[in-house]
């Protein structure tokens, strides 16, 4: 079956330190990948996504490259913010669009 | 709103009572997700209804849960027996069908339901 691992948080860093949260998949097909972010108190939304090899999905700041050959997605930030302080999902989908979520990396960023 | 909505946001219960959880998709969104999120197990999907075709259910943990999408639009979670694992905050999503493509479909999540259950 599918399934998505990411590193265990909590990641901390200082403001306008580089963020990288690694994720890895294991699919059946070909899916597309996407990263989500849960702030404090709010629901999930979807922060970018790519849906072919070498593909790179960036918003704000953020970036991650599907890299079929490695079956990664790592989400990258060159410079973070007190702001991004969240919780980062990796998510793959395949059926249906179902997604399967990693369980989240905490990250905290100090000022 | 514009956006998937949820009732109630929180949802106090004793063990072995029903409850249901409402979600109101965005308005023109066909494909509907149920998900739960509890601690030590991440986002699960449950269940995934589109259109008039039968459901995904290969997500529901027991038969102790069922879902209900009406009119496609709002749909329903029910959990009967209610069980003290089964506190998590249950999550809805909807998105617009791109069929015949592979671009990944975004998913639009609401606020959630925090179930407890005591």
């Known amino acids: 079956g599918n399934s998505v691992t990411q590193m265990e948080g909590p990641v901390t860093l200082s403001e306008e330190a580089f963020l990288t949260i690694n994720c890895t998949y294991t699919?059946?097909?070909?899916?597309?990948l996407f990263w989500y972010v849960q702030y404090p108190g709010e629901g999930l939304q979807l922060l970018l996504k790519?849906?072919?090899?070498?593909d790179k999905g960036s918003n704000k700041g953020f970036e991650a490259t599907y890299r079929k050959e490695t079956t990664s997605f790592h989400l990258e930030k060159g410079s973070v913010q007190v702001s991004d302080s969240a919780v980062y999902f990796c998510?793959?989908?395949?059926?249906?669009?179902?997604?399967?979520f990693g369980k989240g990396t905490m990250l905290l960023v100090s000022p | 709103g514009a956006g998937v909505s949820q009732s109630p946001s929180n949802k106090v219960t004793e063990k072995g009572k029903d409850v249901e959880l409402r979600c109101d998709p965005i308005?023109?969104?066909?494909?509907l997700y149920w998900y739960r999120q509890s601690l030590g197990q991440g986002l699960e999907f449950l269940i995934y209804?589109?259109?008039?075709?039968?459901?995904?259910k290969s997500g529901l943990p027991s038969d102790r849960f069922s879902a209900e999408r009406t009119g496609g639009s709002v749909s329903t979670l029910t959990i009967q027996r209610t069980q003290q694992e089964d506190s998590a905050v249950y999550l809805c999503?909807?998105?617009?069908?791109?069929?015949?493509?592979?671009?990944?479909?975004?998913?639009?999540f609401g606020p959630g339901t925090r179930l407890t259950v005591l």
């Open positions: 998510a793959l989908s395949e059926t249906h669009s179902t997604l399967t």
């Open positions: 699919a059946t097909g070909y899916p597309s």
């Open positions: 790519a849906t072919k090899a070498d």
């Open positions: 308005s023109g969104h066909t494909a």
């Open positions: 999503a909807s998105s617009l069908p791109l069929a015949g493509t592979r671009e990944g479909r975004w998913q639009f």
């Open positions: 209804f589109q259109g008039n075709s039968a459901p995904d």
